[in-house]
Each structure stands twice: as structure tokens, then as C-alpha cells.
């Protein structure tokens, strides 16, 4: 990868954390950035940038959550010095922890991306009006505020965020096997709800005893969900978090994910444009990527049994499917939201340094 040229404008991205579905978005977009000429540094915790921004990782001590007050001083101590001595032109924080340090931390005024505003579980009694009300200052205090689901929330722009996985995933051929298998791809824990893909596998096992599933992902609740699988008689294969996920789409009749919060799942996005129906939540980003063409939306068992059963059909499932692969080409693009953030960022670069900051 060539060197960004002299005087090319400089972006400094700053992030909850690297790893997940959040933190490929983040390192996406400093990829991105680096990719259009942008000379780009990132900041977030742990080791967890090392391997992709070898040079240009800086550690950042977050504390775990934005309630601790002393853990974001330090936090954006750190910053400063990051700030001094990298002398960002654009400065853009993934998640609230971050832009809270930043702000504290001073120099340009940062961009902010939120993924999946919602509340967060055990927060005290009170404290979600307090951050609905935090929500709704942020966009007055930053240079521009995205949201990655459509949610309404004045202030916030929304703007489809593309899983970094779009631009090598192949528009996979019908349903093979004899098998009708439907396939769990997202995280096993909170707020995702993975027992009710079980639930309505055991359910529909009963009278479609050839049907199959596969949970692909790995988290907390993975052993209490393997434990009910086989509590209930649910044929399901649990293969933890699976780096090879165009193998199990190949599997796959149908994709599901259910959860009580989403912005536009990057699952949901990869199974549709590698030609996989959606079965999913009826919830504001997965209403805008698969409520018209290629979906089906069903938030409790019943309703998510009779989709699936829907789904047995061969030809049903790689109709679906492509009405999905289409559908997804006309939500999201490949480099989203990078057009969007250059657009943004052509405020205050390329600027002098003294121009940007405030």
C-alpha cells in the first residue's frame, strides 16, 4: 500500500473497540480513508488494531462504561497526546465512550458514529432518559452525528453503514442439498435473542422432522443455548463464530437473526447479497434492508415457524433469495458510509490545520 501523499488531509479514528460488528465498521472506515489518500491513525483499546494498522495504532484506556468519570479523564489525557502529535485535520469517534474522551480531550471538533442506538441493559434506574436526553445533545456538540439505523432521532443522520465482507462475497447459487437448513449468523448474547431461533427449530422439527439448523457465531450464551437445543430436541449444529462465511451461506435455506436492538446487520446484509432470504426482527434497520423484497420479518416463535416452514419450499427459499440479492444492491453500496463521510469531512478538509480546529 503506497504512502498517502505530502499535505494529504489527515483523519484521526477513534473507537469503543476493534473487534465485533462495531469494530469492523470502524476499521473499515480508517481502511477506507487510507484507501482514498487520507493519511489515517487510530485510536482505540487494547492490542486489537496491531495486526491491520501496525503503525498507526494507538492504545486508548477506556473505561467501561461512559458513567465512569475518572476512567474518561484519563481516556482523554491519552487523546491529547494523540491529537498533539499526529495533528488531525478530521477527527471521527465510533461509539459514545470515545466521543465523550474526545470532546473532553480537545482539537478539532469530532464526527461521531453510533451502531444500534438503543438502551443499554443495567443501566440504573432513570439513566435511559438521561442518555436519551445525552443522545440528543451529541449532535449539537459534533461536527456531524451518524446513525447506522434509521431511528428518527433529531440531529442524527442515518446512513447504511456496508459490512466490510460485501466487495469479495459471490452471489451464491440456489439452495443445495436435500435438507432445508436454516442457518443463526450473529452473536450469542445480549440484546440478539438466539433462543428463540431454537425455539421455533424444535417447534418445527415436530412436523418438518428433515429440517436442520446452524448457529454461526460464538458469545456468552453459547452454552446455555446448546444445553436448550438439546433440551427440546432441536436439530441444530453449533459451530461457534465461522471466518469462512460463504461456506455456511452455501448451506444456508434461509438466514435468521432475532434481537431487540439493530442498526443494518451486517449479517443480515451479507446473507441477502450472497442470495440468501432473511428471516429477522421487525425492527427499524431490518424493516429499511428486507421488509419490501427477499424477507420476511417475525419477532416471536410462531410467526418465525410458519416463515421457516414457508422456507422448506426449494423453490420458495431461491426465489426469495433472489429478490433478496437484488433488493440489498439498491440499500447499501460497498464502500457506505465512506461517499457520505467525505462529503462531510470536505468542511473542514483539506483545510489548514488552524482552519479546522475550534
Not at 488531509?9 to 489518500?37: I, K, N, Q, W, Y
Not at 491513525?41 to 465512569?68: K, N
Not at 459471490?170 to 436454516?182: E, K, M, S, V
Not at 428433515?210 to 450464551?221: F, H, K, Q, T
Request: aromatic share 6%.
Amino acid at each position: 500500500m503506497t504512502s498517502p501523499a505530502p499535505g494529504a488531509p489527515r483523519l484521526l479514528v477513534v473507537s469503543d473497540t476493534l473487534t465485533g460488528g462495531e469494530g469492523a465498521l470502524a476499521a473499515f472506515h480508517a481502511d477506507t480513508a487510507r484507501r482514498a489518500g487520507w493519511a489515517v491513525a487510530v485510536a482505540a483499546p487494547g492490542g486489537e488494531a496491531d495486526a491491520q494498522f501496525p503503525d498507526t495504532h494507538h492504545v486508548l484506556p477506556l473505561p467501561a462504561t461512559a458513567r465512569d468519570g475518572v476512567g474518561l479523564w484519563r481516556a482523554s489525557r491519552s487523546l491529547a497526546r494523540v491529537v498533539e502529535q499526529f495533528g488531525p485535520d478530521v477527527v471521527h469517534c465510533h461509539g459514545a465512550r470515545c466521543f465523550a474522551a474526545t470532546r473532553l480531550a480537545g482539537g478539532p471538533r469530532p464526527f461521531v458514529s453510533l451502531h444500534g442506538i438503543q438502551p443499554v441493559s443495567g443501566d440504573p434506574l432513570g439513566y435511559r432518559a438521561v442518555r436519551r436526553a445525552g443522545l440528543g445533545l451529541v449532535p449539537r456538540v459534533a461536527a456531524g452525528a451518524f446513525d447506522d439505523g434509521p431511528n428518527g432521532l433529531p440531529g442524527w443522520r442515518f446512513v447504511p453503514h456496508a459490512s466490510p465482507a460485501l466487495a469479495t462475497l459471490p452471489r451464491l447459487g440456489p439452495p443445495a442439498g436435500d435438507r432445508p437448513t436454516f442457518v443463526w449468523l450473529g452473536r450469542l448474547d445480549e440484546p440478539k435473542q438466539p433462543a428463540l431461533f431454537v425455539h421455533a427449530l424444535a417447534d418445527l422439527a415436530r412436523h418438518r422432522p428433515e429440517v436442520r439448523g446452524i448457529v454461526a457465531g460464538s458469545g456468552p450464551l453459547a452454552g446455555p443455548l446448546a444445553a436448550l437445543a438439546q433440551g427440546l430436541g432441536a436439530p441444530i449444529e453449533f459451530r461457534g463464530h465461522c471466518h469462512a462465511i460463504t461456506d455456511v451461506l452455501a448451506e444456508a435455506w434461509a438466514v435468521t437473526l432475532f434481537s431487540t436492538a439493530e442498526g443494518v446487520p451486517l449479517s443480515l446484509q451479507e446473507a441477502m447479497w450472497a442470495r440468501r432470504a432473511v428471516v429477522a426482527s421487525p425492527l427499524p434497520g431490518i424493516r429499511f434492508l428486507a421488509e419490501r423484497r427477499g424477507g420476511i420479518l417475525a419477532g416471536e416463535v410462531g410467526s418465525i415457524v410458519a416463515a421457516l416452514g414457508q422456507l422448506c419450499d426449494r423453490a420458495e427459499a431461491a426465489r426469495m433469495g433472489d429478490e433478496a440479492a437484488d433488493e440489498v444492491r439498491t440499500k447499501v453500496e460497498v464502500d457506505d458510509p465512506w461517499p457520505a463521510l467525505a462529503q462531510a469531512y470536505g468542511r473542514v478538509a483539506p483545510a489548514t490545520r488552524e482552519a479546522a480546529w475550534r
